[in-house]
């Protein structure tokens, strides 16, 4: 059984488009987090929720906006899709603590 | 923001040689954990080493933890082709709310 899941695992779109990632966990886990990882492998915090709250926000434009339906999904989605917002986008979950964490497969989100 | 950095960027063994990788951190943590990411998959967690921890081992990893010098170390014996994978290192603390701040990683290659 997949522990944390993420799709789609590839997004091909154009710039301007609007789209969303899905993350779910089966882990029991009540932190998830969204990270976006660049060409170079810098791998770089964008937000991270405790019990379905928001408790870390880095600065990230506003055309992104996560949200948590419940302990188990986080859900990313992005407007007004930008050349910069190419990467590789990865979903993890974990205990809240500095506990370890839990990756998904990663999207690779191409924006032409 | 990136508090951790590896050393080296890259490191090219033989398989069966030991393989050091160097980790140095800017500020008080309260853990230090290193992940593994192989070629175009998610990471995997390694080890976690707490702040009042020294060494620790798991298999054939060995992690030490230098608080006074803000730095870490993971230790790989004998090496095998399968260990071919960028390896991070990230750190915790809790008035960050356990935000994990990671290196820029090194990419270890293993030669049969």
């Known amino acids: 059984d997949t522990a944390v899941s993420q799709t789609p695992k590839y997004l091909v779109t154009q710039m301007g488009n609007d789209k969303s990632i899905k993350c779910e966990q089966n882990?029991?886990?009540?932190?998830m987090y969204w990270y976006k990882q660049d060409s170079k492998k810098f791998l770089k915090i964008m937000f991270s929720?405790?019990?379905?709250?928001?408790?870390i926000n880095e600065t990230v434009p506003n055309r992104f906006s996560p949200k948590s339906p419940d302990k188990a999904h986080l859900n990313l989605h992005i407007n007004s899709l930008e050349l910069g917002d190419s990467a590789v986008y990865f979903c993890?979950?974990?205990?809240?603590?500095?506990?370890?964490?839990?990756f998904g497969p990663g999207t690779r989100l191409t924006v032409l | 923001s990136q508090q951790g950095e590896e050393d080296p960027q890259a490191l090219s063994i033989q398989e069966g040689e030991n393989a050091t990788m160097n980790c140095s951190y800017k500020?008080?943590?309260?853990?230090l954990q290193w992940y593994r990411q192989n070629s175009g998959r998610g990471l995997v967690h390694l080890i976690l080493?707490?702040?009042n921890e020294r060494e620790k081992h798991s298999g054939r990893l060995r992690v030490t933890l230098d608080t006074s010098k803000k730095s870490s170390s993971l230790l790989i014996t004998a090496s095998r082709a399968a260990d071919t994978a960028s390896y991070f290192c990230?750190?915790?603390?809790?008035?960050?709310?356990?935000?994990?701040?990671w290196g820029a990683g090194t990419k270890l290659i293993i030669k049969p």
């Open positions: 990230a750190t915790a603390r809790m008035d960050s709310n356990y935000q994990l701040i």
């Open positions: 500020t008080s943590i309260n853990n």
């Open positions: 080493i707490r702040s």
């Open positions: 882990l029991g886990h009540d932190t």
């Open positions: 929720y405790n019990n379905k709250e928001l408790i």
């Open positions: 993890a979950s974990s205990h809240w603590g500095g506990n370890e964490q839990f």
